[in-house]
């Protein structure tokens, strides 16, 4: 499984026969290297996309066309990309579906969802959420946009992810050391890799915090484009 960085909270993950790609922002995302944009989508089977906000969702109607792959979200935006002209497949919280072998849960985050970018009308556009990807072994906890809430405690127990992929960034999410506390009161992490940080200056520059806060655990500071292999 190779897990890789796209800047913010973009991702994209290689795992069973599927490669997802997580919230992909490039246009106008200072941390995505300009011109490997077909290198970071290459082979790309399906998009996942948390909130329809425009520093996670603004590319994923261009690259879904571009490719001819569906994003997968929740069932309002799924509506309205489908409405553009692309496959989707829309659920919701408590839903799972399989992708190319790889189970993928929509779960619970506490943001706000709408479309806030151009290309799209504005508004509301379902609610924000997080995913349990399952595959080769192990639970992966895309927390999306979100603060400390109750549910990571049954989400936890439930699925008992081994990895979190956690937006710790301050300001518009949990910060660093608000995430060493979800994870070391809801979950049993093994490795841990922060995202929505250093991409603007209000931002958390550094995963210092978080890394002081979760003695034990393999926190992993990524870099865009350089694959993590778990």
């Not at 490997?36 to 790309?44: D, F, K, L, M, N």
């Not at 619970?108 to 080769?136: K, Q, T």
């Amino acid at each position: 499984m190779r897990i890789t960085w796209l800047g913010h909270s973009g991702f994209r993950i290689e795992i069973e026969k599927a490669a997802l790609l997580i919230d992909p922002w490039f246009t106008g995302n200072p941390l995505f290297p300009a011109g490997r944009e077909r290198e970071a989508t290459s082979g790309a089977t399906h998009i996942l996309v948390t909130h329809g906000h425009g520093d996670h969702a603004a590319n994923a109607l261009a690259i879904a066309k571009e490719k001819g792959i569906p994003i997968a979200c929740i069932h309002e935006l799924s509506d309205i990309f489908a409405g553009e002209g692309v496959e989707t497949i829309g659920f919701g919280k408590g839903g799972t579906v399989d992708l190319a072998g790889t189970k993928v849960s929509m779960v619970n985050a506490c943001h706000s969802a709408s479309i806030d970018y151009r290309g799209l009308p504005f508004g509301v556009a379902g609610s924000e959420a997080g995913f349990m990807i399952a595959g080769e072994g192990h639970m992966i906890y895309v927390s999306g946009d979100t603060t400390i809430m109750a549910d990571m405690g049954w989400m936890g127990e439930y699925y008992h992810p081994d990895i979190g992929i956690l937006a710790a960034g301050g300001h518009y999410t949990m910060d660093m050391k608000m995430a060493a506390w979800a994870a070391k009161k809801y979950f049993d992490f093994k490795t841990v890799i922060p995202c929505h940080y250093r991409t603007f200056p209000i931002l958390a520059q550094s995963a210092d915090d978080l890394k002081a806060g979760l003695p034990g655990v393999n926190v992993v500071e990524p870099e865009v484009m350089q694959a993590i292999v778990v």
